[in-house]
């Protein structure tokens, strides 16, 4: 399994979090991103720089990633894109995306897409906080057990 991460987005103790398990499971991760981000030094972790654009990181994600890999993202078009080639979608959040779900999530994501391009004001995501980021390790830690 290789762990995939749209790093642009994706907050920096969740990073943190994905450079741990890399090393402690042994598996290859890498961040995309179109922009530079700093890794430890590391023959398992990796940062791929994407050109500057709408969805560069995440059309890469999406050409690369295999069956059974894993990615770290919080982008539901991409998450769907993910779980019909058979790998793992994880939000940062700690929510796992799934066949289950993932019609329902993309398209409550539309709907509130248009809404917003009416000027209704739908706010944003609530701030990230420490329940989030235990949420993520403890998913995180049960997808990487079964696999």
């Not at 741990?20 to 430890?40: C, D, G, H, M, S």
């Not at 709408?54 to 993910?82: C, M, N, S, W």
């Not at 398209?107 to 420490?130: E, W, Y």
Request: glycine share 8%; charged share 25%.
């Amino acid at each position: 399994m290789h762990i995939w991460v749209d790093a642009d987005a994706c907050p920096g103790v969740i990073k943190d979090i994905l450079f741990r398990a890399a090393e402690r499971t042994k598996r290859p991760l890498t961040l995309v991103a179109n922009q530079a981000l700093r890794t430890p030094p590391s023959a398992l972790i990796r940062m791929v720089q994407v050109p500057g654009g709408f969805d560069e990181a995440d059309k890469y994600i999406a050409r690369h990633v295999q069956p059974g890999d894993l990615v770290i993202t919080a982008d539901i078009p991409l998450a769907a894109e993910i779980v019909g080639k058979d790998g793992h979608a994880l939000s940062p959040r700690g929510e796992l995306y799934g066949r289950d779900n993932i019609r329902e999530l993309l398209d409550l994501r539309n709907f509130m897409d248009t809404l917003r391009g009416t000027g209704v004001d739908t706010g944003g995501p609530a701030a990230f906080s420490a329940a989030d980021r235990q949420a993520f390790a403890n998913r995180l830690d049960r997808l990487l057990r079964q696999r």
